[in-house]
């Protein structure tokens, strides 16, 4: 049969994001990468409501549960497709092969009930039902449930060893280990520190004179082998990273909701825009954050992109995190850690930040700008756009000239998106700013909080000269009128 996509409803064709998105989003402490890879696909409008509708499913126990044993088996399976193309002789192949097929048919036996009334879990679970309906199937279960008494004794014994631990005796759960630490035990020997290590695989020789000992019976794990072997698929051990990425998220919900942060499913609109109420930046739940504060975001039609600027610690990577996160969540069919959105059409997520703010060491500036070429190529009007202090590594005057030219080009292709910059005088461009709210009766208190503002840095200076009571009119309470020529000085 072909096994359907819990992930996809239909083909999607977008470009994968780059695991970098990932890492600079900080959303790596949450989701293996290899999940990551596994999803970095960003859905389009028929793939995310699905997915949306598949996630809210899953919030309820049952639902969960099911998919954690069914991810539980699709490991299982994984590992037994692993010994199984790996086989060093027939003997392995054919038993590998049984013990293959009975763990698939336990997993189509699950997942045949995964029904729960959205379109991803329906289809996949109505695909398994008629897969198990097939006169072809009902042959091979038969076929097995008479193999298993046998290949029960074949892995008892060791013969058939893929992650079994050797035990003393059919139906014994004590092992040759816990033997010997009990007599260990009573002779006061103390018990030694273990070191775990996967089984080993018996040498080809022995199991073909273990299938020379019963050759019957391994002549019928062969012709099952020959007669049921187009009835597996590889393609089966594919939805352990589906159903692994689903529980992983799941995980990451509940941590988000353990800190009182509320989820969201946001709302598809026409057009372009973002438009998030208390959007929050997750990822400091990493550091055991417990006051994370929230802000709106608004990317419209008219002002789809943004410098941001402030103090320094004032909250503004965090902000362009707490965005990123926010979209790159949109595009996974995920909720939203936030109290409301309401967003349009992304086609992808591109970040740019400094090397020495990611985890592989800092960057040179061939390097970073490298990265900004790379961007440039692969954008597309749709996509969002985040930039950290972008050609930091360069001289003031190089990053001057370099930061006009890309937020002027990023700026005339209207793509959605924010610039952090500490760069002046760039008002020029007609490009709106977003700066770092700061507490005016405490000049060392960040409120971490982004608003739009009107002008660049005139704000900054303002807010300096009045804590300095420096203003012109602080200055002319001490000292007197100033004439015009002193004001300005």
């Known amino acids: 049969m072909g096994y359907p996509s819990l992930l996809y409803l239909t083909q999607p064709t977008r470009k994968p994001m780059a695991l970098s998105v990932f890492e600079d989003l900080q959303l790596l402490h949450f989701m293996p990468r290899s999940v990551a890879k596994a999803v970095r696909i960003p859905c389009e409008r028929d793939n995310l409501l699905p997915r949306q509708k598949l996630f809210a499913s899953l919030f309820r126990p049952e639902a969960r549960a099911c998919f954690a044993e069914l991810y539980t088996l699709s490991t299982e399976l994984a590992a037994l497709h692993d010994t199984y193309v790996s086989a060093r002789c027939d003997a392995e192949r054919h038993a590998a092969f049984a013990a293959l097929m009975d763990a698939e048919r336990r997993f189509g036996a699950l997942a045949s009930g995964a029904c729960f009334g959205d379109p991803l879990s329906d289809r996949f679970a109505m695909a398994f039902a008629a897969e198990r309906k097939g006169s072809r199937y009902s042959a091979m279960s038969e076929s097995l449930d008479q193999l298993l008494p046998f290949l029960d004794e074949v892995g008892e014994n060791a013969l058939l060893t893929h992650k079994e631990t050797v035990r003393m005796a059919r139906g014994s759960q004590a092992t040759y280990l816990d033997r010997i630490l009990a007599c260990a035990k009573t002779l006061g020997v103390e018990k030694p520190r273990i070191r775990r290590t996967e089984p080993r695989r018996l040498s080809p020789d022995l199991l073909a004179a273990a299938a020379a000992l019963r050759p019957a019976e391994f002549r019928r794990l062969q ?31 509940d941590r988000i909701r353990e800190a009182d942060i ?6 598809l609109c026409e057009g372009r825009g973002i438009t998030v109420t208390e959007a929050y930046d997750v990822s400091l739940l990493a550091k055991n954050e417990t006051n994370i504060i929230p802000n709106d975001v608004a990317f419209t039609e008219e002002e789809p992109f943004f410098f941001l600027t402030g103090a320094n610690g004032g909250g503004k990577t965090t902000y362009l995190r707490t965005v990123g996160i926010a979209a790159v969540l949109f595009l996974l069919g995920c909720p939203l850690p936030c109290r409301a959105a309401e967003i349009g059409e992304i086609s992808s997520v591109f970040t740019h930040f400094p090397r020495d703010e990611r985890f592989d060491g800092s960057g040179r500036f061939v390097e970073e700008n490298g990265r900004v070429k790379d961007i440039l190529n692969a954008m597309d009007d749709r996509s969002l756009i985040l930039l950290n202090e972008t050609y930091s590594t360069t001289s003031e005057e190089n990053a001057v000239l370099m930061t006009e030219k890309l937020a002027a080009e990023l700026h005339e292709k209207a793509v959605l998106g924010l610039y952090i910059t500490h760069q002046h005088g760039l008002n020029e461009l007609g490009i709106p700013y977003l700066n770092v709210l700061i507490d005016r009766s405490d000049a060392n208190r960040r409120t971490y909080k982004i608003a739009r503002q009107k002008s660049t840095g005139g704000s900054f200076a303002r807010d300096i000269l009045e804590r300095l009571e420096l203003t012109r009119e602080a200055l002319e309470r001490r000292f007197g009128p100033l004439s015009d020529e002193e004001g300005d000085r």
Not at 244 to 251: A, G, R
Not at 262 to 267: A, C, D, R, V
Request: charged residues 20%.
């Open 223 to 253: 012709a099952f082998y020959e007669a049921y072997r187009p009835l597996y698929s590889e393609a089966v051990t594919y939805y352990r990273k589906e159903l692994q990425f689903y529980l992983v998220m799941l995980d990451f919900f």
């Open 262 to 267: 509320p989820l969201t499913f946001p709302t």
